[in-house]
Nanobody
């Protein structure tokens, strides 16, 4: 397992951008896929994006495709989520997650064994 700490959340106007970071500790970070999930008030936690162990493959939820970009730096043990063209519907707590697998093909909550504490993103209209 890895320990995960998110940062970079905040308040932004619709159409703006934010970049979330997730710093990891643990020896398995570079061998595992990583993901981002989000949870809005009163809703289930949902998949946002995932990236394979070496950054060579990514997957996105349809709701963020073309606006969000996931990336990673294994030397820094950090994964990022660049969020552009933000909408009020993107308002949620965003969670970084460590996959049980190396491939980005897995995106269910049960496919991830490590979770950060979350960072709040609020998009005003």
């Amino acid at each position: 397992q890895v320990q995960l700490v998110e940062s970079g959340g905040g308040l932004v106007q619709a159409g703006g951008s934010l970049r979330l970071s997730c710093a990891a500790s643990g020896r398995t970070f570079s061998m595992k896929a990583m993901g981002w999930f989000r949870q809005a008030p009163g809703k289930e936690r949902e998949f946002v994006a995932t990236i394979s162990w070496n950054g060579g493959s990514t997957s996105y939820a349809d709701s963020v495709k073309g606006r969000f970009t996931i990336s990673r730096d294994n030397a820094k043990k950090t994964v990022y989520l660049q969020m552009n063209s933000l909408k009020p519907d993107d308002t949620a707590v965003y969670y970084c997650a460590g996959s049980l697998y190396s491939s980005s093909a897995y995106y269910r909550r049960a496919d991830f064994g490590s979770w950060g504490q979350g960072t709040q993103v609020t998009v005003s209209s």
